[in-house]
């Protein structure tokens, strides 16, 4: 038998194999940018063995990451979902910006303009890429024409809650010393930006609330992350009753790197706090 022709791709077929290529390669990516923008409100019930003020809610909202106009829209979609839920606090455990752009930091002050309008308690902390953008001055400013209180190594109450606020670590500006006043209430709550961390926390500490993983931002189906920066390698996402005091970790609301979020919605988390 003569062998067989040995057929040739033609032109067409060439077309069609590079088509499907980047269909499939931009798939990730195009679901990804989806994730990103749907951000997912979730309730948790904490029982905390340390804890009095039975009931107390908090909306956690970390890692705005505001340096462009989508980012600003996305930012004050989110602070509006939390105050819909009618809080006893708002907290945003760092991460403003993202990039030292000196003229993007109007961005933050535009992305807090929805905070006017809620009826609780505002608290922040700074985070490391804050302190990365090398105008944390500006930032501060920004963040104070909002009604947030800004809490550097500080405290303050809130119905019977005291609300401490750790500067950040990676930075090198957090102290913990100020945490053992005895004055303070037994429902202690400490917003830290980088939740591994967690290990320097005085024992007195209710709970501790953090973002700066971003949950991974990238993961795998299931969640699970294949990439977290330093300061949140062991702590990820979600509830660590188990940590050395009480740690919850939300995933965030923004991104680093590119806009991409995938298997990792963002989070705006609504804790309620029980004593065990």
């Avoid at 989110?78 to 009618?86: D, G, T």
């Amino acid at each position: 038998m003569p062998p067989k022709p040995t057929l040739k791709p033609t032109r067409r077929d060439l077309l069609r194999w590079m088509t499907a290529g980047a269909v499939t390669a931009m798939a990730p990516l195009s679901f990804g940018s989806y994730c990103t923008g749907l951000i997912s409100v979730e309730h948790h019930e904490l029982s905390l063995p340390k804890w009095d003020a039975d009931g107390f809610r908090v909306a956690l909202l970390a890692d705005l990451h505001t340096n462009t106009v989508e980012e600003v829209i996305h930012a004050k979609q989110a602070i509006r979902l939390a105050i819909e839920q009618k809080p006893d606090l708002i907290a945003i455990p760092g991460d403003f910006v993202n990039i030292s752009e000196p003229t993007h930091l109007h961005f933050v002050r535009e992305s807090l303009e929805p905070l006017h309008d809620a009826k609780c308690p505002v608290v922040a902390t700074l985070g490391n890429h804050d302190y990365n953008c090398r105008h944390i001055e500006g930032i501060i400013d920004a963040i104070r024409t909002s009604p947030t209180v800004l809490l550097r190594n500080q405290a303050i109450e809130v119905k019977g809650v005291t609300v401490a606020g750790i500067d950040d670590a990676i930075a090198r500006r957090h102290r913990t010393d100020f945490l053992a006043d005895g004055s303070l209430s037994k429902s202690l709550l400490a917003l830290l930006h980088e939740p591994d961390f967690v290990e320097i926390m005085p024992n007195n500490v209710s709970l501790q609330l953090s973002g700066h993983s971003h949950g991974g931002q990238v993961c795998l189906p299931g969640g699970l992350a294949l990439h977290t920066p330093r300061g949140a390698w062991d702590y990820i996402a979600g509830y660590y009753p188990d940590a050395k005091v009480p740690l919850y970790v939300t995933r965030g609301i923004g991104t680093v790197g590119l806009r991409v979020r995938l298997f990792c919605r963002p989070e705006v988390s609504i804790l309620t706090l029980r004593g065990a």
